[in-house]
């Protein structure tokens, strides 16, 4: 029996596909030009690891927030406010970087486990609009209170960063490495979390959460923590964010935002941990390159429409494939496997992820 | 006969977690005679001060508070109508809000421009019916963009309720952009001069547009809720709400059903935006901004619930409003800033009791 057969072809393919991907975006900085790796792929990292912790919470608990853009700004909102000093907004505090990161996660943290506590009761449906809700509602809150950020928010943050960081406008390869590493420590830590028993009660709670009531699990309890993960998951990423982007304002998380996020998510795949970097990558490269495609300008569609563009694809994924791209991926895989490889062979119909 | 003490047990188990289990409600009560005492009798640093020393200002805020309730259930009732029949979210309700005010718009500088050479139009160019037709014309457009929508899309993934969602905010966001393309800055529908006038209640005079708004609602009301108590139709959309299959069993075209009650949802969103238009005005991204009106309002109400809907949109508009008026203020010109905090509060202490709102019933 070879390798091929032992492990069967589609999982050395992934296997082989997500380690080239690996090692080019190990290579960025070398392989790609400045812009490419520096503000495209950080992008991605960054706004992949945003991405995990909605499809963290849609894959694995069922619930689809559209508050993670307000964790990773509220985020973004506290080390700003911490960190920096001398500036006309925010509170200015002037901690020190790890001081100013530590309190950020903490913070974002318990404000996740909170809104989580008030809307966990709340399943499906009410909870995407309860946390749209929020979204929308915590856009307004920084737009609106001048001591912690007002409407022009809070730049600067770039100069206050870790030593051993430096100016990320200085030393972007520092951020691009960073921002890698910790996408895939973020990976590997929500695929462990996932067999853990916790991670086997969230999912149990997905699928029946009445029956996994009567078992005897806390099911509000669950979702809360569940969702305080996903808040610290989505503050690294504001973490990341600000840095990458140098200043934090109530724009970056309005509601266009949060549907970005959401495209990304979706795009990816709602049911794939590693779709949220695919997503990210798709919805990045898109929104940078749409202005270059030829042919786009005849009807109408130019740099600054390219929301049209996405949102016609976001359409078409979600009215053909609510699996996503990679939902593609397994359908074409399998029907290769079906047609070509193992033709003779009657094969069961494939496990299907759970439906919307 | 005696007792049986396992009954006697469990009493003596119960009395402390009822008293927690009003602790909630106690809060609410609290907070409310609280909020009451502040406005009427407190209410420091304030722009109006308290009640009892300007009575005029007070009532101005009721007014104003109970008028923008007005509009919001005019909105909200289209978006808790579609719900309720179809378990459909439609995120696209504040894109067809804001797509309705700009073809009301349109069709105003057309009817008027003729006469008096288009551009900022002052009411007294603005006859009755130069609202009322873009008014209704904005309620047609966007039946007819809703059923197509529902025809298009929703109508074949019933039932996934995510999916749905989903959907609606692709629309939304092509909607939106294509908006910001045509209308790129703040625009406004005007008023007719005759009602946007000031009108004398006891000593206060107020903006007879608001109070329109208000009568508008109530005929909407109104009217709504006649359709579905008394007539044969909302007769079965009722029916359809408890339970769609049994409907369909029973030989009725539910299929109709559906695509009426999401022709008139759309529409009133449109119409909403006709009112909304001429009160506010029409910019990129207040779509966003009504989507979370609405989102609000059947939240606390409760998804699906005409009642609820009413409920919400006068909690809603009273603690918004209020809150405005009512707090210190943080800075020396005007104003407060954290009158938001308040309408989070609202929605939180709505949640915390009933998950599902006021009114509604889980799924």
Redesign the interface.
Known sequence: MTALERLGWKRLLNWALAFVGVLLAGLGPVIFSAFFAHTILTQVFWLGIAACSLIFLSAYVGMVSLAQVSMYGIAGFVLGNTVTQGQVKGLHLGYDPWVGILITIAVTTVIGLLLGAISSRSAGIYFLMITLAFAVLANTFFGQVTVLSGFSGIGNIQSFTPGFLGNPAENPNRLYYLAFVVSIVVYVLCRYLTRTPFGLTLQGIRDDPVRMGSLGFNVPLHRSIAFGFAAFLASIAGILFVWWNGQIAPGSIDLSAVIDLLVVAVIGGLFRLEGAWLGALVFVVISNYVRSVPGLGHIGITAERYHTVIGVIFLVIVLLSPGGLLGIWEWLQNQLDRAVLRPAVARPAPAEGPEP | MVTPPIALGRRARLEPSSLLRRAPAALVVAASVFVLVWVLFWAPKTNYGPAIDDPSDFFKTFLDSITFAGVLFVIASGFTLIFGLM?A?NMAHGSLYLLGGYIAFEIQQKLVGGSAGGFGLVGSQVSMWDWVVPAIVAFACMAVIGLVMQQG?LRWTQG????Q???T??????L???MN?HWPLQETVTWPGRIDTFVSIGSVKYNGARLFMLGCAVVIGLALWAWLQKTKMGMIIRAGVDDRQMVSALGVNIQLAFAIAFLVGAGLAGFGGAMGGAQFNLAP?LD??W??NS??V??IGG?GSLGGAAIGATLYGFVSQFSAAYLPTT?DNCCT?????F??AL??AV??AR??GLFGRP?
């Open positions: 378990r979210v899309f996934q309720d995510l999916r969602a989903l959907i905010i692709a629309i939304s966001i092509i939106a952009d294509q393309k991204g966003g901004q989507l979370l989102l609000i059947v939240i998804m800075s800033e954290y009158s938001i905090i309408t989070f929605l939180v949640l915390a998950p599902h799924a």
